[in-house]
């Protein structure tokens, strides 16, 4: 296709949301909004996900000794450990740790009651490794592998925090896409609609243009440009939206919620666009693209 | 330059709007088609512009034989073949010089081609001085000469007239026979379907008279008397 050419379908597929001013609207209003609710949703899972990936950092696995194994046998199970996957890091805390740990937790206050301990660790055979999981769901199978290894008693596990965590990031994800892809084919819908009343208006025209000799991809591209120019004022406009909102909402839910401030930290506004933008980009156009081509190959015979 | 060998086309079953038509017409041919309502005129213009597909038998224009020809190289075959309707068919939302230009476009042709084009086919038809004019704007006959200057500014082999004159009172409709008779003396081989008794009597070209899908007279300068 000729430049000029080219320039003629980009002129004619502004022209066809001109003239359907009301349909146009329509479609990049709806287009919007599911961009907009796409923007949020995304926006939610990811931060959901670092707020989870921060938690599941804090979720440890407690691994106890048998009583009078030695230290070189402790090591070696602490070697073992290290090398199940999904494990992040592992520490050695020593009985003398625990207990100023334990004390810390529950004779906090009341020092007294934990001097008459002051020479007898209650906890001399507790000490034990601390296992810190990259990934909560990986953590079933590192407990596992743990229990089986020789000079271990015990193993502790913070099962329910780990499964709440997974299954509410699960839930949270599953739920976006379904809400995502009702409106998608929304949106798919009104488009095709849009470029259906665009053939309709221009029927007169359309004809004479094939009696005149116009190939298949002259006639059809200024519906696929309207489309793709549908789909991208579509993204483009709640996608610059969100990107002013993110950080208000972030600074009012801190504001709102302070007490939240030490547990939950939320991404930049930059980091959520690195992907945001090229897909919700991707997503407007593509749909554009998408709902014209289905209709044009349904309804312009050329 | 246009060739039917024994077309057949039935549009419904049982119902024939061509019925065995054999046809030949040379380059640079002046051709009147005539006959009543339902003779099948309409339907052999469409079939030589492969809007539609013959039952049987076989159409051959510009040496292409019409039934071999892939869908994609349609468009290309069209460029060579001019229309004009009854209906002028404009498009009422651009002025004069961008329904010409329009037919250029279309056929993918640069700024600088249209530019030189456009204008000559104006003054071809004599309406130069109209160029900004909408077409509501215009007389029936002026809006049929913007559709001649459509036709023939991609400089067309062929031109195909369906009824030109039929909205047209009588000055208007010699004037528009003027242009197609001058475009012809250019060398476009031109087929008019017409009712127009007087035009087709006065002018002494070659007339093909059809009667219920087939050819019942064809006379190298012929006349036409209408039945109804």
């Known amino acids: 296709m000729k430049i000029s050419t080219m320039g003629y379908c980009l002129r004619q597929g502004f022209k066809n949301i001109r003239r359907n001013k009301m349909f146009s609207i329509a479609s990049i209003a709806t287009m919007a909004a599911c961009i907009f609710l796409f923007g949020i949703f995304y926006s939610l899972v990811v931060n959901f996900n670092y707020i989870v990936e921060k938690a599941e950092e804090g979720v440890a696995i407690t691994v106890f000794f048998e009583d009078d194994i030695t230290q070189s046998k402790k090591d070696s199970i602490g070697k073992e450990l290290e090398k199940q996957s999904g494990v992040k890091e592992?520490?050695?805390?020593?009985?003398?740790?625990?207990?100023?740990?334990?004390?810390?937790?529950?004779?906090?206050?009341?020092?007294?009651?934990?001097?008459?301990?002051?020479?007898?660790?209650?906890?001399?055979?507790?000490?034990?490794?601390?296992?810190?999981?990259?990934?909560?769901?990986?953590?079933?199978?590192?407990?596992?592998?743990?229990?089986?290894?020789?000079?271990?008693?015990?193993?502790?596990?913070?099962?329910?925090?780990?499964?709440?965590?997974?299954?509410?990031?699960?839930?949270?994800?599953?739920?976006?896409?379904?809400?995502?892809?009702?409106?998608?084919?929304?949106?798919?819908?009104?488009?095709?609609?849009?470029?259906?009343?665009?053939?309709?208006?221009r029927r007169e025209e359309i004809a004479i243009m094939k009696y005149i000799?116009?190939?298949?991809?002259?006639?059809?591209?200024?519906?696929?440009?309207?489309?793709?120019?549908?789909?991208?004022?579509?993204?483009?406009?709640?996608?610059?939206?969100?990107?002013?909102?993110?950080?208000?909402?972030?600074?009012?839910?801190?504001?709102?919620?302070?007490?939240?401030?030490?547990?939950?930290?939320?991404?930049?506004?930059?980091?959520?666009?690195?992907?945001?933008?090229?897909?919700?980009?991707?997503?407007?156009?593509?749909?554009?693209?998408?709902?014209?081509?289905?209709?044009?190959?349904?309804?312009?015979?050329? | 330059m246009i060739e039917l060998k024994d077309v057949k086309k039935e549009y419904s079953k049982g119902i024939a709007a061509l019925n065995g038509v054999n046809l030949k017409i040379e380059q640079g041919e002046f051709v009147f088609i005539v006959g009543d309502s339902g003779s099948g005129k309409s339907t052999l213009i469409r079939l030589i512009l492969k809007e539609l597909e013959p039952t049987s038998g076989?159409?051959?224009?510009?040496?292409?034989?019409?039934?071999?020809?892939?869908?994609?190289?349609?468009?290309?075959?069209?460029?060579?073949?001019?229309?004009?309707?009854?209906?002028?068919?404009?498009?009422?939302?651009?002025?004069?010089?961008?329904?010409?230009?329009?037919?250029?476009?279309?056929?993918?042709?640069?700024?600088?081609?249209?530019?030189?084009?456009?204008?000559?086919?104006?003054?071809?038809?004599?309406?130069?001085?109209?160029?900004?004019?909408?077409?509501?704007?215009?007389?029936?006959?002026?809006?049929?000469?913007?559709?001649?200057?459509r036709a023939i500014v991609n400089e067309p082999a062929i031109l195909l007239a369906d009824e030109p004159t039929g909205n047209l009172d009588p000055t208007n409709s010699w004037e528009i026979m003027k242009l197609l008779e001058e475009a012809n003396e250019r060398g476009t081989t031109v087929l008019v379907v017409t009712h127009n008794q007087e035009i087709v009597n006065e002018m002494k070209k070659r007339v093909i008279t059809m009667k219920k899908g087939v050819i019942v007279s064809d006379e190298k300068k012929g006349g036409y008397k209408h039945e109804n």
């Open chain 1, 90 to 201: 592992i520490k050695y805390i020593s009985a003398d740790e625990a207990w100023e740990n334990f004390k810390e937790q529950y004779f906090q206050g009341n020092p007294d009651l934990a001097e008459g301990f002051k020479q007898d660790n209650p906890l001399a055979n507790s000490d034990h490794y601390e296992v810190y999981m990259e990934d909560v769901s990986q953590q079933k199978a590192v407990v596992d592998a743990a229990e089986k290894l020789d000079g271990v008693r015990k193993v502790n596990k913070s099962d329910v925090v780990a499964k709440t965590l997974t299954s509410v990031n699960r839930l949270v994800g599953y739920v976006s896409i379904a809400i995502i892809v009702i409106l998608l084919a929304v949106s798919i819908f009104l488009i095709s609609n849009t470029v259906t009343m665009g053939i309709t208006v």
């Open chain 1, 213 to 302: 000799g116009a190939k298949d991809g002259f006639v059809r591209a200024p519906f696929v440009i309207e489309g793709l120019l549908i789909g991208f004022i579509g993204a483009i406009i709640p996608l610059a939206l969100l990107y002013f909102a993110y950080d208000r909402v972030i600074q009012y839910v801190m504001a709102k919620f302070s007490l939240l401030n030490n547990i939950i930290a939320f991404l930049p506004v930059t980091e959520v666009y690195k992907t945001l933008l090229p897909v919700g980009l991707i997503l407007g156009v593509g749909i554009g693209f998408l709902g014209s081509s289905f209709t044009i190959r349904k309804h312009l015979k050329v």
């Open chain 2, 58 to 149: 076989t159409i051959i224009v510009n040496g292409q034989n019409l039934s071999r020809m892939k869908h994609r190289k349609i468009p290309m075959y069209r460029r060579g073949i001019g229309v004009v309707f009854q209906d002028f068919r404009l498009l009422m939302d651009r002025n004069i010089y961008d329904n010409i230009a329009f037919a250029q476009r279309v056929t993918e042709k640069s700024t600088r081609i249209i530019k030189q084009k456009v204008p000559a086919a104006l003054s071809l038809v004599g309406l130069a001085q109209k160029y900004k004019a909408f077409p509501k704007e215009l007389s029936g006959g002026e809006q049929q000469r913007v559709a001649i200057a």
